[in-house]
């Protein structure tokens, strides 16, 4: 039970530093984002040069 109690605490002191110091859309990867660039690299990649 100690156990279980210790490693929470330290989980939400982490959590809470994490949230105040970090932005979080730095965290998750935007995806969109990504599959667009990937688009237009592999459609300039289809046109014929000019």
């Known amino acids: ?4 109690l ?3 605490t330290l ?3 982490v ?7 970090y932005e979080f859309p730095f965290y998750v990867p935007n995806i969109a984002k990504k599959l667009e660039a990937f688009k237009k690299d592999v459609e300039a990649k289809k046109k014929p040069p000019e």
């Open 11 to 13: 989980g939400n002191v």
């Open 1 to 4: 039970m100690l156990q279980f």
């Open 15 to 21: 959590g809470m530093y994490l949230a105040q110091n």
């Open 6 to 8: 210790a490693g929470f």
